[in-house]
Structure formats: C-alpha cells, structure tokens
C-alpha cells in the first residue's frame, strides 16, 4: 500500500526551527519529485519547496527562501523539510507530496499525498 506519513510538528516561537518528515511506505521516493505543501484555513494548498528525482530543490514559494530547506535520506526512503528563522505567518497545515516526474505547484497534479502534520508558530 503506497503511503506518506508526515511527522515533526509542532508549536515552535517565533525564529525557533522544526524539522519535518516525510517517510514513505510501499514505493521508492527516489523515484519521485517530492513536494512540501502547506495549508491554513480558508486558503488554497500552496506549494513551498519541491525535490526533484534527480535531487535539484526547487523553490516553490519565495518567502522560503533562505529559511527552509528540503533534503532526501535515500537509505530511509524519507524527505525532510528544515524550517528554520520560523515566522507566525508560517503557520500551517504542512503536507508531503509525491510526484512521479516532475515538481509542480500545482496541488492536484500530485498523485500521493500525506495527511499532514501541524506546525504551530507563536510565542
């Protein structure tokens, strides 16, 4: 059974630093372009960093960068998302996203998605 699992949220202060996990069950991630999407409510998915298959990060949203990093541990068929400098306004509902050939920030042309994990930015 193809799963993700998210995991790593929490409540961080503000320029605190979390570090999110995505480990996926019944495929190889190497395979695939592996996004980090995020959510608050009300709002659409939007897309914040993205790894290809060939391991070229692609920034998704700007307000990123320099802060987050997306990294991928092949032996443990994981990908992690670095927040550090976090922010309030990064607060969300943070999702991994699988993609079998390229990164989009397009959400729905994702074709595996985690349930999510919460990351809570405040003092």
């Known amino acids: 059974q193809v799963q993700l699992v998210e995991s790593g949220g929490g409540l961080v202060q503000p320029g605190g630093s979390l570090r999110l996990s995505c480990a996926a069950s019944?495929?190889?991630?190497?395979?695939?372009?592996i996004a980090w999407f995020r959510q608050t409510p009300g709002k659409e998915r939007e897309g914040i960093l993205c790894?290809?298959?060939?391991?070229?990060?692609?920034f998704l949203l700007d307000s990123v960068k320099g802060r987050f990093t997306i990294s991928r541990d092949k032996g443990k068929n994981t990908v992690y998302l670095q927040m550090n400098s976090l922010k309030p306004e990064d607060t969300a509902f943070y999702y991994c996203?699988?993609?079998?050939?390229?990164?989009?920030?397009?959400?729905?042309?994702?074709?595996?998605w985690g349930q999510g994990t919460q990351v809570t930015v405040s003092s």
């Open positions: 790894i290809t298959s060939s391991d070229r990060d692609i």
């Open positions: 996203a699988a993609h079998m050939y390229y990164c989009s920030d397009y959400a729905q042309m994702y074709q595996h």
């Open positions: 019944g495929f190889t991630l190497d395979d695939y372009a």
